[in-house]
């Protein structure tokens, strides 16, 4: 079964996993020996997170968990207007298992509650794009590297 629970200080090594499989095609293109990948990746994530906590410090920022196993995480924040998908982050044997999509519409489902709508920033080369589409979400403007999404009830 799916769950989320809060993030906390002893899941740092974990979360760290996660960023760091996110980034692993890119990281692979530099030909860095483990330990330049290890440091540039630590200085990432630190920044990333920086980032996230403070621009949302109201934000959710969960372990997502099958059956107890930590299998990524799942960000958001709850807006006046919308829902914001801060983050969603799958650890690769967990990908494209359907477990993405039940996250955001579970998002989904509490937005159109509240009669909200749900916004998210997705990376111009990420795949998961396609999930994102067939949730219905809808191109709501340019961001530089990433596009903004939406979705309204």
Do not use: C, K
């Not at 095609?25 to 990948?37: D, K, P, Y």
């Not at 920044?47 to 372990?63: E, K, L, S, V």
């Amino acid at each position: 079964m799916l769950s989320l629970r809060p993030g906390q200080p002893q899941d740092e090594a974990f979360l760290r996993s996660v960023y760091a499989s996110t980034r692993a095609g890119e990281i692979s293109l530099f030909g860095w020996h483990s330990s330049q990948a290890e440091i540039f990746l630590r200085m990432q994530y630190d920044a990333q997170d920086r980032h996230f906590r403070g621009h949302y410090p109201h934000g959710r920022f969960d372990i997502v968990e099958l059956d107890g196993t930590p299998i990524g995480r799942f960000y958001v924040a709850q807006q006046p207007e919308a829902f914001h998908v801060i983050d969603i982050a799958l650890l690769p044997p967990w990908q494209g298992r359907g477990y993405g999509a039940e996250l955001l519409r579970s998002v989904q489902q509490q937005a159109a509650r509240d009669g909200l709508h749900v916004s998210l920033h997705v990376d111009r080369s990420n795949p998961a794009q396609r999930l994102y589409a067939r949730l219905g979400f809808q191109d709501a403007g340019d961001a530089g590297l990433y596009r903004l999404l939406e979705w309204r009830p």
